[in-house]
Nanobody
Framework: QVQLVESGGGLVQAGGSLRLSCTAS????????MGWFRQAPGKEREFVAA???????YYADSEKGRFTISRDNAKNTVYLQMNSLKPEDTAVYYC??????????????????WGQGTQVTVSS
């Protein structure tokens, strides 16, 4: 069983920055690929970024250059640094753990553990 707890959301003006954190319980964190997703009201959950267990990073096209995913395996934590935020980035952000035998996926169905989400609101 893996528990994921996100933090770091909040209200920020357009152009500002936030750093989200997600801390995982349990062992073997370094062996997991971790991802960030977001869900805006009335929309489907969408992929934001992933940090694979082999050390590769992946981003949705709309976040490339603005968001950076990183991880600290010693702290069982994955981060999402978000810069140049836009009102359309407003959503609940979730971290998730990829199913064990997969290296990478951008599909929510392939992630088996999820955090409770943290709200990010970007005002114009």
């Amino acid at each position: 069983q893996v528990q994921l707890v996100e933090s770091g959301g909040g209200l920020v003006q357009a152009g500002g920055s936030l750093r989200l954190s997600c801390t995982a319980s349990g062992r073997a964190f370094s062996g997991y690929t971790m991802g960030w997703f977001r869900q805006a009201p009335g929309k489907e959950r969408e992929f934001v970024a992933a940090f694979s267990r082999s050390g590769s990073t992946y981003y949705a096209d709309s976040e490339k250059g603005r968001f950076t995913i990183s991880r600290d395996n010693a702290k069982n934590t994955v981060y999402l640094q978000m810069n140049s935020l836009k009102p359309e980035d407003t959503a609940v952000y979730y971290c998730a753990k990829l199913r064990s035998l997969l290296e990478y996926s951008r599909y929510a169905k392939d992630y088996d553990y999820w955090g409770q989400g943290t709200q990010v609101t970007v005002s114009s």
